[in-house]
């Protein structure tokens, strides 16, 4: 499982020209399931990405999790990520989940996060979406279940 944390000020997901969610102050994340990951993963990812301490505090450093500040998530499902571009000029997606596991661990994911006490918005699954959002720093940082990182 991969995860792509950008730290916003705001954020928002459209499908056709409508609105379907949005967030103020907190982390956008793009989640994508690989075709090997199991139930561990969903805790793993899930527990980082609440717990890291990437917002700043009253110095200024960044000391404070999402938990810590109250911030909200907004979750896309996003099987782009596992994308392998090593051979060739056409990404290969052999190593993403198929449709049906991967929303499976995205709605999982979601419910996870919420039993933490996150107010979790999401887009929509297998949708073509426009993701809007204000960048806060910029940070952008990466979570993976199977390196560990």
Excluded: W
Aim: contains cysteine; proline residues 3%; aromatic residues 6%.
């Amino acid at each position: 499982m991969i995860a792509v944390l950008q730290r916003v000020k705001h954020a928002y997901v459209s499908v056709d020209g409508t609105q379907i969610s949005a967030i103020d102050a907190g982390l956008l994340v793009l989640l994508g399931v690989a075709a090997t990951d199991e139930p561990k993963d969903i805790a793993y990812v899930a527990d980082k990405v609440v717990n890291l301490r990437i917002f700043a505090d009253e110095q200024g450093k960044m000391n404070k999790s999402l938990s810590d500040t109250g911030g909200q998530m907004l979750v896309v499902s996003q099987f782009t990520l596992l994308a392998d571009c090593r051979k060739g000029r056409r990404p290969s997606f052999v190593h993403a989940a198929d449709p049906h596991k991967a929303e499976s661990f995205y709605l999982e994911f979601v419910h996870h996060v919420r039993q933490k006490g996150i107010d979790v918005q999401t887009g929509q699954f297998q949708a073509m979406m426009d993701v809007s959002l204000v960048n806060d720093g910029p940070v952008t940082l990466t979570v993976e279940s199977k390196t560990g990182s």
